[in-house]
């Protein structure tokens, strides 16, 4: 007999007659809940989980009742499934879905349906109506084209869109000091260990929280950054004042796997738990400047610069691709500029 899958409201519900096999696949979901009135078993509605269930019960025939699903919903999953078997991060599959669903919701019709012209409609909504910045619309932009030529493969559509110019923006950098006084203001060995490193090897806050015991190096000085931006490993410094710091905290905490695990699961910490640590830190120590923890790998690269570091060997550090990427902190160092004399003081 059938599996019998269909949409209530805000809900998932799937419908099959009892086997033990059956109970314990659909038990492997988080968030499932048993319906004792209705003889269903319930989940959250969104398209991971409807993925999950397909997985699970692959091997049998489910009846999905579509009139409960929106076209649309069935179009995601494809795009879904499609990122990852072309090998995107989880990162970009989750952003590139965001971006399509807004785009959904905005045209109120069928993703299959749409047209070049409703597409520059929705970039001029963004730009003029919601003054999103250019990063993002460009960010949206490469999604709906993914999409346009992955799943609908319309090619044509796709290379007419027009992207606007990105913004010239310089990073947020903190002076030495500043860094300082983020860096000791807080009591916590673990939060103190995790901003020591992202900024003495210029991490980023996705790389930091992933970090592994087995990727400090300690005989060599380094530490081993395993599929940062781009899918790519590399290796970057470890500061003796960082490896220092490292060794209080491992010896209190006494870390198996992950550097830096989080309380309730075996995994590691998440990104925005660290975004709270950084926070924390600049409250504590004063810090006036509207910045986040992105900042201290701009410190890191600015400060290294203006200490006459070549920049190739910054690239290297960080992770760039191409030394264009690195160049812009040669804008915020004051390594040659900072000499300057103003007028003003000749007076």
Not at 193 to 217: M, Q
């Amino acid at each position: 007999m059938s599996i019998c899958i269909l949409r209530e409201g805000a809900e998932i519900i799937v419908d099959f007659s009892y086997t033990k096999e059956r109970v314990n696949k659909i038990k492997r979901i988080r968030g499932r809940r048993w319906d004792h009135e209705n003889k269903v078993w319930r989940l959250p509605y969104h398209v991971d989980k409807l993925l999950e269930i397909q997985e699970l019960f692959k091997d049998e025939k489910l009846d999905i009742q579509f009139e409960y699903y929106k076209e649309n919903d069935i179009i995601l999953i494809k795009v879904e499934e499609e990122l990852k078997i072309q090998g995107y991060s989880s990162n970009t599959v989750k952003v590139y879905l965001s971006h399509i669903k807004k785009f959904a919701d905005y045209i109120s019709q069928n993703l299959s349906e749409i047209t070049e012209k409703e597409i520059k409609k929705y970039i001029l909504f963004l730009l003029d109506k919601q003054n999103f910045s250019h990063s993002f619309v460009n960010q949206a932009i490469s999604a709906l084209k993914f999409f346009i030529a992955e799943i609908l493969k319309m090619g044509d559509i796709s290379l007419s869109i027009p992207r606007p110019n990105n913004e010239k923006t310089l990073p947020k950098v903190l002076s030495e000091e500043e860094v300082f006084k983020i860096l000791n203001s807080l009591d916590n060995q673990k939060h103190k260990t995790i901003l020591y490193l992202t900024y003495s090897a210029g991490l980023r806050v996705s790389e930091v929280v992933k970090l592994k015991c087995e990727d400090i190096d300690s005989d060599r000085m380094l530490i081993r950054v395993n599929q940062g931006k781009g899918r790519k490993d590399r290796y970057t410094i470890l500061s003796k004042v960082a490896l220092e710091q490292l060794r209080k905290y491992y010896k209190l905490s006494k870390p198996k796997e992950w550097l830096f695990p989080s309380r309730c699961s075996n995994s590691h910490l998440s990104k925005r738990t660290v975004q709270r640590i950084f926070k924390s830190a600049c409250y504590k120590a004063k810090i006036q400047k509207k910045v986040g923890i992105h900042s201290l790998r701009h410190s890191f690269a600015t400060h290294l610069l203006e200490r006459g570091v070549d920049l190739r060997y910054i690239q290297e550090l960080l992770g760039h691709q191409s030394t264009k990427t690195t160049e812009i902190y040669t804008h915020v160092s004051n390594k040659n500029i900072g000499k300057i004399e103003s007028p003003l003081d000749k007076f």
